[in-house]
């Protein structure tokens, strides 16, 4: 490990004024301390923030109801707990279900995956509340990018008033443990491979601009397939448009000496191996989300009681 210093390094980006620590190690080196992940989660917890902000004119004294995306929920907590959520006016946070709202909110913030289910459920909860003569202001955040459907589904569905507000909030990458990062974009594989839809790895390479903006221009980037080519092309295009804006960090000594990217189409069958660890087996049979299985409390019983009975 050694301090970070000025090197010139090659390609400068501007810097989001990332914190000054102890660089981790060089890759092929053992790590001689956790590598500072904490600045992603703290830009995820701004990007949220924000956006709740936003919902009532730019104060955080109003108060909410967060109507959340349950595939969304387990993100959301690896970012914000509950007394964050407060400060910034949110009192009260629901699942987004088909059951109407009852909550006597005046502000009503979706923070929902832009699919066309979620558009219905959102139509016909707006629907509801206009049929109890409520005047509510509904503000959809899509998660990680604005998608038209979203409005057509609404207006389709006549409910696209003046009082509803679209926008997105990327997230980006979220620490899931100390030494792993996810964007939690479980379906852009699919996206991109049988719906062409390829738009999803820009915010990849923007999640990875971001992370190069706390850390340092990372100087060596590899990869492997055609996606991960795509991304690197975006990275580097994106690193010359922020290199225009400012030229303060092309001293910084970056953090990370190698990035490389991997495309899933490369390799097929690494998913299909049974894994031989116990972490890999739980994930198996009961998967892993946001960091977080759920083990059926029958398991647990049964383990306890097979250990009590020897």
Known sequence: ????????????????????????????SHLQEPFPLE??????????????DM????ESTGEKLLVIDPLLSGVLGLIADSTLL??????????????????????????????????????????????????????????????PVMQRVL????????????????????????????MEMGNLYRDCEVLGDRSGLFFVAKSLMR???????????????????????????????MHGEAEEDEERCPMIDELILVDRATDMVSPMLTPRTYEGLIDEQYLFENGVAAIPASVVLTAQNKSASR
């Open 1 to 28: 490990a050694r301090e970070p210093g000025p090197t010139g390094s090659p390609g400068g980006a501007p810097s989001a004024a990332g914190p000054q620590v102890r660089r981790a190690g060089m890759i092929g």
């Open 39 to 52: 600045p992603t989660r703290d830009y995820a917890r701004g990007e949220l923030t924000a956006m709740l």
């Open 55 to 58: 919902a009532d004119g730019g």
């Open 86 to 147: 407060q400060e910034h006016g949110v009192t009260k946070s629901t699942h987004l279900t088909q059951s109407p709202i009852r909550f006597p909110h005046n502000v009503i913030v979706y923070l929902v995956r832009g699919t066309v289910a979620n558009a219905k459920t959102i139509a016909e909860h707006i629907r509801h509340q206009l049929s109890r003569k409520l005047s509510n202001d509904y503000h959809i955040c899509m998660v990680p990018r604005h998608t």
């Open 155 to 182: 207006e389709e569905e006549g409910v696209w008033l003046d009082r509803v507000r679209i926008g997105e909030v990327d997230l980006g990458l979220v620490p899931i443990e100390d030494d792993l990062v996810s």
């Open 211 to 241: 992370l190069q903006l706390i850390y340092g221009v990372i100087p060596l980037v590899r990869g492997k397939g055609d996606h991960a080519k795509q991304v690197a092309e975006m990275l580097e295009m994106l690193r010359l448009e």
